[in-house]
C-alpha cells in the first residue's frame, strides 16, 4: 500500500506541474531580473502607513479613516487600477488590445478544466482504498486540480474562456461559439464547478465581479454587510475569505435571530473569531489559528450545501431575494448530487473527504500556492510617493506561474480583467514600467510575513493615489 500511493502522488505531482507544457508555452515569460525604479508594484513595508494594531485586531466602525469622495461609484482601489490601465493602454495599446480582444482559453483552459475534472473525479473515487493519512498526502499536490479548476472558471466569469465577439476573422464553428457564448459560459460555470466539496460557483457568479468594483471599499466591505445586504450579489464575495487573515473595517456578521428560549439576535463569525487569536510577530501561531478557522469553516460549507438542497434556502443570507436562494439550492442540488454520486461509486465516504482536501490544502500553508493567495490583496506601500497599493503579484518563477494558472498575476488581472489566464505573463513584457520584473519572491518567505504582521485588505484604512 505505501509503495501504491507513493506512486500516486509521483504520478500526480508530474501531471500538475509538467501537463500541458507544449499548450503552454507562450503562458510564462521569464524575464531578466534588473533594477528599475519607476516600477509602479513592489513588495515592500507597510509599516509606514498602516497603524498601531489592536490587540484582538478587531477594528470598529469609529476607527474608519475620512476618504475622498469620489465621483464614481468604484472603489479608490478598483479606481487604481482603472488609472493604470488607463495609462498602459496610452502607451502600449497596439500590443495589449489584441490580447483583450483577440485571445481567449478555448484550446487552453477548456481542456485544462476537463482534465482537472476528470483527475480529481477519478482521484476522488481511488481515495476510497486509502487511508486518511494517505488521502491527505495525495490531496496535497493534487489540490493544484481544483485551484486550476477555480482559475478557469474564473476565466469564463470574465468571459475570456471562449471566442471574443471582437475576434477577427472567425471560422464557422468559431462564430457558433461567440453567438451562445453566454450560454455556453454560464453552463461551464455552473457545472465546471463539479466535482467539489463545496465549490466555487456561488462566489463566482455572486461574488467576483462585484469584487472587481468594490475592492477596498470601507462602506461596502464588512462582514455585518455582506451577510446582511438584500441585493442578489455579494458587495464583494473576497471579504469571504480575506476575514480569515486581514484586517476589516465595520461589524462583523452574520447575525441570526433566535425564538428559543427566549427571542434574541446572536452575532458570530468563524473567520473573526480565528483572527482575534492572531498575535503579531507570531507566524507558527497565526498560521496554525489561520488553518484552523479557514478549514473549520470549510466543514460548515459542506454541511450547508446539504442543508440549502433539502430546505431550498441559504440562511445565512436571510434577506437576499428569492431569486438567490433558488440558484443556492439548484447548485447545491446538483453538487449533492454528484459527492454522493462518487461516494456511491466508490462505496465509501472517503471521495467527499478528497474533495475538501483539495479545496482546502492550496489555500493554507506549507503548500506553495498558498502565498499567492494569501497576499493578493494587502496593504503595500509605494516606495515613490506614499501611496498605499491594494494588490499584489507573487513572481516565483515559471514554473510558479504554471503551477498557480496565472493566478499569481493578481495585479496584472485586475488591470485587464478580460485577458485569459495563459496571457496575463505578457504584460510585464508589455510595459515593463508598471510591474516588477523580478522573478526571485521567496513563497515560504512571503508567508512568514503574511502571518507576522497582517495588513489591512485592499488599502481599506489608508490613502490611495489614484491619479
Not at 500541458?20 to 534588473?34: D, G, K, L, Y
Not at 484604512?461 to 489614484?466: D, E, G, L
Amino acid at each position: 500500500m505505501g509503495r501504491m500511493i507513493s506512486v500516486q502522488v509521483l504520478i500526480i505531482t508530474f501531471l500538475w506541474s509538467g501537463t500541458c507544457c507544449h499548450a503552454f508555452s507562450t503562458f510564462v515569460h521569464p524575464i531578466t531580473t534588473r533594477n528599475n525604479p519607476r516600477h509602479f508594484y513592489r513588495r515592500s513595508s507597510a509599516s509606514d502607513i498602516l497603524p498601531t494594531l489592536t490587540p484582538d485586531y478587531i477594528v470598529n466602525e469609529e476607527s474608519k479613516p475620512v476618504r475622498q469622495p469620489s465621483s464614481s461609484s468604484a472603489s479608490a482601489a478598483a479606481q487604481w487600477h482603472q488609472n493604470r490601465r488607463k495609462k498602459m493602454m496610452a502607451m502600449y495599446s497596439a500590443k495589449i488590445l489584441p490580447r483583450e480582444q483577440q485571445s481567449h482559453g478555448l484550446y487552453v483552459g477548456l481542456p485544462l478544466l476537463v482534465l482537472s475534472n476528470l483527475s480529481l473525479a477519478f482521484l476522488a473515487i481511488r481515495s476510497a482504498t486509502l487511508s486518511v493519512p494517505q488521502i491527505a498526502a495525495m490531496a496535497f499536490p493534487a489540490s493544484i486540480f481544483s485551484l486550476w479548476q477555480l482559475q478557469i472558471l474564473h476565466d469564463a466569469l470574465h468571459s475570456s474562456l471562449l471566442p471574443k465577439p471582437t475576434m477577427h476573422n472567425p471560422n464557422r464553428f468559431m462564430r457558433k461559439i461567440i453567438k451562445h457564448r453566454k450560454k455556453i459560459h454560464k453552463f461551464i460555470l455552473f457545472f465546471g464547478s463539479m466535482p467539489s466539496a463545496f465549490g466555487y460557483y456561488l462566489y463566482l457568479q455572486y461574488g467576483h465581479l462585484t469584487h472587481h468594483k468594490s475592492l477596498g471599499d470601507p462602506d461596502k466591505v464588512s462582514l455585518a454587510t455582506l451577510f446582511n445586504s438584500s441585493q442578489k450579489n455579494f458587495e464583494d464575495g473576497d471579504v469571504l475569505f480575506t476575514a480569515h487573515r486581514m484586517k476589516l473595517l465595520g461589524k462583523i456578521g452574520p447575525t441570526f435571530k433566535l425564538t428559543w428560549p427566549k427571542e434574541r439576535k446572536i452575532t458570530m463569525s468563524i473567520s473573526k473569531s480565528g483572527f482575534s487569536l492572531w498575535k503579531e510577530g507570531h507566524p507558527l501561531r497565526n498560521s496554525i489559528a489561520f488553518i484552523s478557522s479557514f478549514m473549520f469553516e470549510r466543514i460548515m460549507l459542506i454541511m450547508n450545501d446539504f442543508v440549502v438542497a433539502l430546505a431550498g434556502k441559504n440562511f445565512f443570507f436571510p434577506n437576499k431575494p428569492l431569486e438567490f436562494h433558488k440558484e443556492c439550492a439548484n447548485y447545491c442540488r446538483w453538487a449533492v448530487s454528484v459527492r454522493l454520486a462518487l461516494c456511491f461509486v466508490a462505496k465509501s465516504w472517503k471521495p467527499l473527504l478528497f474533495l475538501y482536501f483539495a479545496e482546502t490544502l492550496w489555500s493554507i500553508p506549507p503548500h506553495p500556492a498558498c502565498a499567492m493567495f494569501i497576499t493578493n490583496h494587502g496593504s503595500k506601500e509605494d516606495s515613490e510617493n506614499g501611496s498605499c497599493i491594494p494588490s499584489s503579484s507573487t513572481y516565483a518563477g515559471k514554473w510558479y506561474s504554471l503551477m498557480t494558472l496565472g493566478t499569481n498575476y493578481h495585479v496584472e488581472h485586475h488591470d485587464f480583467p478580460t485577458i485569459p489566464l495563459h496571457r496575463l505573463g505578457e504584460l510585464r513584457q508589455i510595459a515593463p514600467e508598471f510591474y516588477s520584473t523580478s522573478e526571485s519572491d521567496n513563497v515560504f518567505g512571503i508567508m512568514k510575513k503574511t502571518f507576522g504582521k497582517p495588513e489591512f485588505y485592499s488599502c481599506m484604512n489608508a490613502n490611495i493615489v489614484t491619479d
